[in-house]
């Protein structure tokens, strides 16, 4: 079965940086779209991020040139290098297919807060 586990969520400070993993099992990985997506309380689930098998990438404009989405296909891993961390990026992170059409994991929290 497809599965998805999101890592490296946690708290920071605003101005800091995390850096989220996607470990993928159960799929062709290399031949997908993937994207980052969150959520934060109380709004509806959002994506920020995809990127394409060759590499190509689309930013949403909330975190254009804060965020940088890369994958290694070789690990079936995808990641999201988050910088300049604000309050409002508060939101628990998942990733999936884009579209969204594999079973959701748990997703990890990230929380920027002084």
């Known amino acids: 079965q497809v599965q998805l586990v999101e890592s490296g969520g946690g708290l920071v400070q605003p101005g800091g940086s995390l850096r989220l993993s996607c470990a993928t099992s159960g799929i062709t990985f290399r031949s997908y779209l993937m994207g980052w997506y969150r959520q934060a309380p109380g709004k509806q689930r959002e994506e920020v991020a995809r990127?394409?098998?060759?590499?190509?990438?689309y930013y949403a404009d909330s975190v254009k040139g804060r965020f940088t989405i890369s994958r290694d296909n070789a690990r079936n891993t995808m990641y999201l290098q988050m910088n300049s961390l604000k309050p409002e990026d508060t939101a628990v992170y998942y990733c999936n297919r884009v579209p969204s059409n594999f079973s959701w994991g748990q997703g990890t929290q990230v929380t920027v807060s002084s």
């Open positions: 990127i394409f098998s060759n590499g190509r990438t």
